[in-house]
């Protein structure tokens, strides 16, 4: 083979870079397109997410835990009483009760003082 001009030596056929350099060029290019296609499919809903199934499932979950736990939380009141109410309920009857026998103790010791 005759040398090119400037004295380079002469390149091999293909390229002199194995052949390997298109392949590599077009699977990147075939990745990024398949990328590409599954994030639209994705986005239009034809395809579901993964992530979107775990979220909803998850959700699902929750909804069925808070439904077992307000289930537990409804309990009859101890003093017998027909209303039923939560543990939070209870608390701020039992704080208004408190508040009130404090109060009451105090109309007494202002009572006595006097």
Same mark, same amino acid.
């Given at each position: 083979?005759?040398?090119?001009?400037?004295?380079?030596?002469?390149? %091999? %056929?293909?390229?002199?870079? !194995?052949?390997?350099?298109?392949?590599?060029? @077009?699977? +990147?290019?075939? !990745? +990024? *397109?398949?990328? *590409? *296609?599954?994030? !639209?499919?994705? =986005?239009?809903? +034809? $395809? #579901?997410? %993964?992530?979107? =199934?775990?979220? $909803?499932?998850?959700?699902?979950? =929750?909804?069925?835990? #808070?439904?077992? @736990?307000?289930?537990?939380?409804?309990?009859?009141?101890?003093? !017998?009483?027909?209303?039923?109410?939560?543990?939070?309920?209870?608390?701020?009857?039992?704080?208004?009760?408190?508040?009130?026998?404090?109060?009451?103790?105090?109309? *007494?010791?202002?009572?006595?003082?006097?």
């Amino acid at each position: 083979a005759p040398a090119e001009p400037g004295g380079a030596p002469p390149r %091999p %056929p293909g390229g002199g870079n !194995g052949g390997w350099i298109r392949p590599l060029v @077009a699977g +990147v290019i075939g !990745g +990024v *397109v398949a990328l *590409v *296609v599954l994030i !639209g499919l994705q =986005a239009s809903g +034809v $395809v #579901s997410s %993964p992530d979107r =199934a775990t979220a $909803v499932q998850a959700a699902s979950d =929750a909804k069925a835990a #808070s439904d077992a @736990a307000a289930v537990l939380d409804r309990r009859p009141e101890p003093e !017998g009483g027909s209303e039923l109410s939560t543990p939070a309920e209870r608390r701020q009857r039992e704080a208004t009760q408190a508040v009130a026998a404090a109060r009451r103790a105090a109309a *007494v010791r202002r009572g006595a003082a006097s």
